[in-house]
Every structure is written in C-alpha cells, then in structure tokens.
C-alpha cells in the first residue's frame, strides 16, 4: 500500500498521539508507587480521592479483586489509573472533554530533518511551540515540557486545593511517561512529504505483519510487547546516579529527541523514505529484527527511569 504524498494534507489533522499504551504507563505508576515512601503513597491515595471525577473514573472502575486485595493493592491501581486518565478522557463526552482534555500537552516537536535540504528550506519557519519555560496559567497550547512544569507547580503549591492537585498528579504521571516516549519529543520533517512534520511518526507507515501499523503506534506498543518490565543492571546504575529537579528535565528533553534521531529515525527509515521521492509516493517502510530489539531495550529503560523519576518529582 503506497500513498500519495497530497493526502497528507488531510492526515495531519486526524487522530490524537497518545503516548505509551496503557501498560507502559501503567508500569511506569506501579515503579513509581514502589519508589514512594509509605507517607507520600498516603499522600497520594488521599489527594486522588479529591479528584472531580474519582467516583466516575476511578472508584466505579476499580476491579472487585482489587478492591478485596487491600490498602496497598488499591493504591498502586489508582496511581495505575491515573496514569492513564488523560487519555481516558479523550474517550469521554465532550463537555468532560472541555473542561479536562488538553491535546497538545503531550508533545514537543523538535526538529529532525530528513535531508539537509530540507533543514535550510524549513529551519526556522516552524510554526510549533518549542520553548520550555512555563509561565502561569495553565491552558490548552503548552507543549509537554511546560504543561509538566506547570503541574508541577500545582502540585507543590499549599495553596491548591487538594481537587487541583489530584488532576495535577494525573498529569505529571502521564506527561513524565510522555517524555521518556522518544516519539512525543520530535517530528521529522521533509518539504516534500512532511513540511509541518509527521506528528512524532503518526504518518509514517510500519509494514506490521499482515497489515500496517504507524510508527508512532509502533512505539507506544513495544512496553506492551513485554513479558515483563524489570530493568536491567544498566538501567538500575542509571536510577542510582539519576538526579531529579526541574533543571533535569531539559536534559531528559534532549536526551530523548537524541534517541529518536538515531533509534527511530535511523538510515534505514530515512533511506526507504527517500526512495520514495522518485515517485512522489509516501513509501510504507519495513523495519529490521535488529532495529526492534533495539527500540524493545529503549522502551525497558525508558519506563522504568520514568517510574523513577515520577516519584522522585512527587517527593521533592
């Protein structure tokens, strides 16, 4: 299946990108419950009790076996849910979709090029919002390095009320799972088939067994693809060394824009993309073995440094 390169006009407007599956972000919440000390997981449990939608979308929700489970297993499930109730909430009526959903927060898009032509046709008539320094209020047009922060000001500020932070929790956990998605920190760009970019991967096509899958879904779904998501004696250096504030999470930003320009965007995309050029089709592009392994040992320790990092933010 080959597109031609005029439809895209009309795939950039469809679609919400999301960020992990649910189970990548669900994992991320359950490390995170575990890195939390007894307090701060009392903390958190009493502050989502306050959140406006608890009874709809949380408590209603909770499975029976949960709830006979205990204290400890209740609290890991609602961190669990969540991290996964700003993506609920696009699923809902539009009036809740209003007043809560914030479809631009869980993305930066900076630049990666397909060719150099492309980078001195392009560079600097981006109309996307890059920068990341928060100023109050919170609305719609922050991307997610702002929106973070800003939540994260909600959180620690005693002036909030206890429903304010509790939608701030949801998305400090869902946004911090965003970030370490490579995919929701950059865009390809290419005057030719992406001039205001592919959407972190969502309008490029994977060749996915008998069908296709788009490149962004590809990513979101590798936690999913896991037996399971204990992390490596690598991964578990990184934690120990890791340092959490507000200054790390312009490195993380770049780190994994770094990520995607090599691990997801590599020379052999890019090649299949460019061969398409002659025909002025959109090629769907076929991924290596050796390119999956790589991206499946990202997505473990891209989860679990974001478990690690969400409650290390929580407790600051």
Same mark, same amino acid.
């Given at each position: ?243 959490? /504030?507000? &200054?790390?999470?312009? @490195?993380? *930003? ?5 990520? !995607? +320009?090599?691990? #997801?965007?590599? %020379? ?15 090629? /769907?592009? &076929?991924?290596?073995? @050796?390119? *999956? ?5 990202? !997505? +473990?320790?891209? #989860?679990?440094? %974001? ?10």
């Amino acid at each position: 299946m080959q597109r031609g390169i005029l439809l895209l006009a009309g795939l950039m407007l469809m679609a919400p990108v999301f960020g992990w599956h649910a189970i990548g972000h669900k994992a991320t919440a359950a490390i995170a419950w575990e890195s939390l000390t007894p307090a701060a997981q009392e903390d958190v449990v009493r502050i989502l009790a306050a959140h406006p939608r608890f009874e709809e979308d949380f408590k209603d929700l909770m499975p029976v076996a949960i709830v006979r489970a205990g204290e400890q297993a209740q609290g890991r499930w609602l961190l669990e849910q969540a991290s996964i109730w700003p993506d609920l909430i696009q699923t809902l009526d539009a009036e809740i979709q209003r007043q809560f959903n914030k479809s631009r927060w869980h993305y930066i898009n900076l630049p990666i090029w397909l060719t150099e032509d492309d980078r001195m046709q392009l560079e600097g008539k981006l109309e996307h919002n890059m920068l990341t320094e928060f100023e109050p209020p919170l609305r719609q047009n922050l991307n997610v390095i702002q929106a973070l922060r800003g939540n994260l000001q909600v959180w620690r500020n005693t002036g909030t009320s206890d429903a304010e932070k509790a939608v701030a929790l949801c998305w400090i956990i869902h946004l911090t799972g965003d970030l370490h998605q490579p995919l929701h920190t950059v865009a390809l760009f290419s005057r030719p088939y992406f001039p205001t970019g592919d959407r972190g991967g969502n309008n490029i096509e994977v060749v996915w067994v008998d069908a296709t899958r788009n490149m962004h879904a590809v990513w979101d779904g590798l936690p999913t693809d896991m037996s399971d998501l204990k992390p490596t004696p690598r991964t578990l250096l990184s934690v120990q060394n890791d340092i959490v /504030d507000d &200054r790390a999470i312009d @490195e993380w *930003l770049r780190h994994h824009a770094s990520l !995607a +320009r090599k691990f #997801v965007y590599t %020379a052999e995309v890019k090649a299949q993309l460019l061969a398409g050029l002659s025909n002025y089709l959109l090629p /769907d592009i &076929r991924v290596s073995r @050796e390119y *999956l392994i790589s991206a499946r040992a990202i !997505a +473990r320790r891209q #989860v679990n440094l %974001a478990g690690h990092r969400i409650a290390a933010l929580l407790q600051e």
